[in-house]
């Protein structure tokens, strides 16, 4: 399995951003997905997740609201919605593929594939 973010960039505080990340192989839909960020000299932290499906999503209460997941299991892409950035939002962005079709956690150790990540800074 190999999963591609992009859609990085720099945007000023308060913008919109959406960051996609295309999955191989014939599975993708049989595996909840997740969106993990890293600033530098940070820990990896859950950012939001989406079940095998489409119609469960789980966000950390910091980005309820401002973050959007989404998947398209035809393109085998879930995407990443970003509004109302902060500073704070700045990091690498990761896409994961769970190890279950459903969400059971919002630990890096529950998905067993990973993207290259894709930066996202904010900033004026």
């Known amino acids: 399995v190999q999963l591609q973010a992009s859609g990085g960039g720099l945007v000023q505080p308060g913008g919109s951003l959406s960051v996609s990340c295309v999955a191989s192989g014939r599975s993708f839909g049989s595996y909840a997905m997740g969106w993990f960020r890293q600033a530098p000299g940070k820990e990896r932290e859950f950012v939001a997740a989406?079940?095998?499906?489409?119609?469960?999503?789980q966000y950390t209460d910091s980005e309820e609201g401002r973050f959007t997941v989404s998947r398209d299991n035809v393109k085998n892409t879930v995407y990443l919605e970003m509004h109302g950035l902060k500073p704070e939002d700045t990091a690498t962005y990761y896409c994961?593929?769970?190890?279950?079709?459903?969400?059971?956690?919002?630990?890096?150790?529950?998905?067993?594939?990973w993207g290259q990540g894709t930066l996202v800074t904010v900033s004026s």
């Open positions: 989406i079940n095998w499906s489409g119609s469960m999503t």
């Open positions: 994961g593929r769970a190890w279950d079709p459903v969400i059971r956690t919002m630990e890096a150790s529950g998905y067993g594939y």
